[in-house]
């Protein structure tokens, strides 16, 4: 049975960010890793602690009609926007890494590629030795954040401590991708004293969060909606039990 996991969740203050040690977000897109993490991120770096994002699309679907923005120059641009917010939150660019997977066709577990790809993130987590990872929750309703998931959850051998952030799933979720009390312990981080901080770094998504691309009407834009959701004192997190 599923369990909406909505009262009482607990509140960490900043501070506990202090003892995650070297940290990697992972986002299927540009502009999960702010919406999702942005306030853990500045907090990370507020308290000293190294983080790496790996962006996993390239992000190329968000205005596939675009005629200024074809595909390359669409990535290009994404890659901008992340490296830009990045920076806001105290990130430096050479800490990220781009793995430039097709929107919509990151590799999940019953795809041809996955094994590679698993592979190559196996590799990657070695020479980074995380000691804390954040993926987009297992269920949320999104293909490329599932995929994150299964990704992590099979090239973690090293078991990092794996935190799952949500997205989607207020908006978009069924019941069934709620996460139930058997498998997951929610917490909310305190993020009051960061939360302009990952404001910023949502809004140097440009493409993402305005019209700054023109030319194709039907592309993707967050809604008003989605950006009042992120726009609050703490970010939710759900640990494995
Ligand atoms: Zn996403």
């Known amino acids: 049975m599923h369990v909406p996991l909505t009262t009482a969740i607990p509140v960490a203050p900043?501070?506990?960010v202090s003892g995650f040690g070297t940290t990697l977000i992972v986002a299927p897109h540009a502009d999960d890793e702010s919406l999702g993490c942005g306030g853990l991120i500045a907090l990370l770096r507020?308290?000293?602690?190294p983080v790496f994002i790996l962006l996993l699309s390239d992000g190329t679907l968000s205005h596939p009609n675009s005629k200024e923005y074809p595909a390359e120059?669409?990535?290009?641009?994404?890659?901008?926007?992340?490296?830009n917010a990045a920076a806001l939150l105290g990130v430096e660019a050479e800490n990220l890494i781009f793995c430039r997977y097709q929107d919509r066709s990151v590799p999940s577990a019953s795809d041809a590629a996955f094994k590679t790809a698993v592979g190559k993130l196996h590799q990657l987590l070695q020479s980074i030795r995380p000691q804390s990872i954040f993926v987009p929750w297992r269920?949320?309703?999104?293909?490329?954040?599932r995929a994150a998931f299964q990704l992590l959850t099979a090239a973690n051998s090293q078991q990092a401590k794996v935190?799952?952030?949500?997205i989607w799933l207020q908006d978009l979720g069924q019941p069934a991708d709620l996460p139930t009390p058997e498998e997951v312990s929610p917490f909310r981080l305190d993020i009051s004293r960061v939360q302009s901080q990952k404001q910023a770094a949502i809004a140097a998504h440009q493409s993402q969060t305005t019209r700054l691309i023109q030319d194709d009407?039907?592309?993707?834009i967050l809604s008003e909606e989605m950006l009042r959701q992120f726009d609050v004192p703490y970010e939710t997190f759900y640990q494995s039990n």
């Open 217 to 220: 009407p039907g592309g993707f």
């Open 46 to 49: 507020k308290y000293g602690q």
């Open 139 to 145: 269920r949320d309703p999104h293909p490329d954040h």
């Open 73 to 83: 120059r669409l990535r290009e641009l994404r890659e901008t926007e992340l490296t």
């Open 163 to 166: 935190y799952e952030y949500p």
């Open 14 to 16: 900043e501070q506990c």
